[in-house]
């Protein structure tokens, strides 16, 4: 600032009108200004006194950031039934396929599969014939 | 039941001799820190707030919701932040009102008679005359003045306003002006200086 003194001066006087001004605020502004004050530090006690009104949104947030993560980790296979792999499926599968016709078909021409269902000890469904 | 109440005593009387604990202590200590720092900005926090927004009532909400904010979320920053920290919060309310005054007013503004016009909403330089002061017409005088420098402020850019405000009128160094703003320290510096400049231009040499 090349003309510092002016300016100085100007900030002064500036200064000095602000501050008549604040002083010379009336009784009721300065009373509702004290009970906002009043207000503000009991809020501040409450919050102090019951930390988890300030942690428990955090851990809610963090919660479902981990939530959502693991969900995304999570391979793909895990998320689609459909692609489990049918090995070693438990017999209500294996009577599943059987259970429906064309299944049933193919199996009375394979006799080899039909005896080595018959060595799983299932039941025989729908009948033989 | 004779037990009972002497128990009770035994009670009231261990609780009144207690000392406080070092956690009641220091609920205390910070509740009372907070209070002297809000006590020593809410006068300067509600002129600057009634300057910007030029309403009282409009401007004690202003201030009353950033000491809430202050108290709910801060409390627990050391309370060297508090001013800048305050300061930014009430920026941020008045930016806030501003916004909703201006969407009001696009859409009310056809109506005739609908919204007060801005001259009604001026501080009338009598009603901050205090009654017990010593010499009411240099009291005036400095109210006219005090009243061409707010005139003059409301004309500048919201961020000038804000640095002037800050470094001038609230005495903020620019490091702590600069985190109220939330901009850097050269952006203070620039607005301050253009604030300045524009004020002598308008309000004279010596205001």
């Given at each position: 600032?090349?003309?510092?003194?002016?300016?100085?001066?100007?900030?002064r006087r500036a200064r000095?009108?602000?501050?008549?001004?604040?002083?010379?605020?009336?009784?009721e502004t300065r009373s509702r200004l004290n009970r906002a004050r009043q207000a503000a530090v009991a809020e501040a006690e409450r919050a102090q006194s019951s930390p988890w009104r300030t942690w428990l949104p955090v851990a809610a947030a963090a919660s479902l950031a981990l939530l959502a993560v693991a969900l995304w980790r999570m391979p793909g296979d895990a998320r689609d039934p459909s692609a489990q792999s049918t090995e070693g499926a438990p017999a209500a599968e294996v009577?599943?396929?059987?259970?429906?016709?064309?299944?049933?078909?193919?199996?009375?021409?394979?006799?080899?599969?039909?005896?080595?269902?018959?060595?799983?000890?299932?039941?025989?469904?729908?009948?033989?014939? | 039941m004779a037990a009972s109440v002497s128990l009770d005593f035994a009670t009231l009387a261990r609780l009144a001799d207690a000392e406080p604990t070092p956690a009641e202590d220091s609920a205390l200590e910070s509740a009372?820190?907070?209070?002297?720092?809000?006590?020593?900005?809410?006068?300067?926090?509600?002129?600057?707030?009634?300057?910007?927004?030029r309403d009282r009532d409009d401007a004690l909400d202003i201030v009353q919701g950033a000491m809430l904010r202050l108290a709910r979320h801060y409390a627990r920053r050391p309370?060297?932040?508090?001013?800048?920290?305050?300061?930014?919060?009430?920026?941020?309310?008045?930016r806030d009102w501003q916004r909703r005054r201006a969407v009001r007013s696009r859409i009310f503004g056809f109506l005739p008679g609908s919204w007060p016009d801005d001259e009604d909403d001026a501080a009338d330089p009598f009603e901050r005359v205090a009654g017990d002061l010593p010499e009411p017409s240099r009291q005036l005088m400095a109210d006219e003045a005090m009243q061409?420098?707010?005139?003059?402020?409301?004309?500048?850019?919201?961020?000038?306003?804000?640095?002037?405000?800050?470094?001038?009128?609230?005495?903020?160094?620019?490091?702590?002006?600069?985190?109220?703003?939330?901009?850097?320290?050269?952006?203070?510096?620039?607005?301050?200086?253009?604030?300045?400049?524009?004020?002598?231009?308008r309000l004279g040499e010596v205001w």
């Open positions: 600032m090349s003309d510092g003194e002016r300016w100085t001066e100007n900030e000095e009108l602000f501050d008549a001004s604040v002083e010379g605020l009336d009784a009577v599943e396929l059987l259970a429906t016709s064309e299944d049933f078909d193919v199996a009375s021409e394979d006799p080899e599969f039909y005896t080595w269902l018959a060595d799983r000890g299932l039941p025989e469904a729908n009948g033989t014939g | 009372t820190t907070l209070d002297r720092f809000l006590a020593s900005v809410e006068r300067r926090a509600f002129r600057i707030a009634q300057m910007a927004v309370s060297e932040e508090w001013k800048p920290l305050f300061y930014r919060i009430l920026y941020n309310g008045i061409r420098l707010e005139t003059a402020l409301a004309q500048l850019p919201a961020r000038q306003q804000q640095a002037f405000a800050l470094r001038c009128l609230e005495g903020l160094d620019v490091a702590e002006a600069a985190a109220a703003m939330g901009c850097a320290e050269g952006s203070v510096k620039t607005h301050y200086f253009r604030a300045l400049r524009t004020l002598r231009a």
